[in-house]
């Protein structure tokens, strides 16, 4: 199990030192008469206010048996009492083989791709429920991503994302399977043009804007329905501005404010189809304010820091934790910045390029 993990990507660390300390727990005298089902409750039993990771590593091993077809097979239930979803034992969609080598050329490529197999893998669930239907290779892609949509935005992003990527790999590939995913970002409203521009002047003036444009874009589908093409520029903005159901005031100041500067934007120019938003028309609600660390709890947090001891399972996080804690305090970073310093840390010149940053890139030095 753990060298198909590891040549599938993944560095299995912690992981192994649990299936480490469980076959060692087997392997004890007491436990030599047990069947692996009673071996598996004695272990979750064991452990079970210590760490659920640990259970849900065992967990995982005892799908992998089944899906094997060991006669050492054993399963672990959740917390709640659910018993887990049976073992993944392959694709057997119509497009199987495809989703294979696409899986196999990424990862050769020196790609994880963990969280894109499980889209792929729905997608390939999806196909199978709808091999009844007889629908075309494009048309179980487009269904797909709608059925993606209903569920949520988020969900739906990566799904049309990875789907998109494979579809543009069948097509590379010449199979006779191909579709294509139409890419979100594409404008065909009445303001594309205008937005692509404003976009690219955003983006030369330094700024990322890329939820902002997301917004924009939307607002361009918006303008676009027939329920609103026959309205006046002003009016599908102030129809954009109006309050949805059960919508929370900071989203609605966050698809708002993008809108009300692109009108800004169109009104300096002179544009003919040019509007106006108030500043005021959607405000965001106050955050709490922030608690402010005294000397004494700085004091206390980094002396509980100190006292971290190493860990079987993890050796090397009581000296990692301390070094994170205090590069974060003394540097000002984030702990979404301190997560990607990999490279562009020169230790001679204590120079530190923070890339990919909120604010964009910027140096700090130790």
Not at 72 to 84: E, I, L
Not at 193 to 220: M, P, Q, T, W
Not at 232 to 240: E, F, G, Y
Request: glycine fraction near 6%; aromatic fraction near 12%; charge should be positive.
């Amino acid at each position: 199990m753990l060298i198909e993990k590891i040549s599938a990507g993944r560095k299995y660390i912690s992981e192994e030192y649990c299936l480490k300390a469980f076959d060692k727990f087997c392997a004890m005298k007491e436990n030599e008469l047990l069947t692996p089902q009673q071996l598996a409750d004695a272990w979750r039993w064991k452990v079970r206010e210590k760490s659920t990771a640990n259970i849900g590593m065992i967990r995982e091993l005892g799908l992998y048996l089944t899906m094997q077809g060991s006669t050492k097979t054993f399963v672990v239930p959740y917390a709640n009492g659910d018993m887990p979803k049976p073992a993944f034992t392959g694709y057997t969609g119509s497009f199987a083989e495809e989703i294979v080598s696409f899986l196999k050329a990424k990862r050769s490529a020196g790609l994880k791709y963990r969280h894109e197999e499980l889209r792929l893998k729905d997608f390939d669930k999806f196909c199978n429920e709808q091999s009844n239907l007889k629908l075309s290779p494009q048309q179980l892609a487009d269904a797909f991503i709608h059925f993606q949509e209903e569920r949520g935005y988020s969900k739906s992003r990566r799904s049309a994302s990875i789907i998109k990527a494979f579809g543009n790999y069948l097509t590379d590939n010449g199979c006779s399977n191909a579709f294509t995913i139409i890419d979100k970002n594409f404008v065909a409203g009445p303001y594309a043009e205008e937005i692509s521009d404003f976009v690219a002047f955003k983006k030369s003036c330094g700024f990322k804007y890329i939820n902002s444009g997301y917004h924009l874009r939307f607002f361009d589908v918006f303008c676009a329905t027939k329920e609103n093409e026959s309205l006046t520029p002003q009016k599908l903005a102030d129809k954009w501005v109006l309050k949805r159901d059960n919508e929370h005031p900071n989203t609605r100041a966050g698809r708002v404010d993008p809108v009300r500067v692109f009108g800004k934007y169109l009104t300096s120019i002179g544009h003919p189809k040019a509007f106006m938003i108030a500043v005021d028309a959607a405000q965001r609600r106050t955050p709490k304010p922030p608690y402010l660390f005294s000397e004494d709890d700085i004091d206390t947090f980094f002396g509980a820091c100190a006292e971290l001891k190493a860990d079987e399972k993890q050796p090397s996080m009581h000296i990692v934790l301390p070094a994170a804690f205090l590069f974060m305090h003394c540097m000002g970073v984030r702990t979404c910045e301190l997560k990607i310093l990999m490279e562009n840390v020169n230790l001679e010149t204590g120079e530190v390029i923070i890339i990919d940053a909120k604010t964009g890139e910027r140096a700090v030095y130790m």
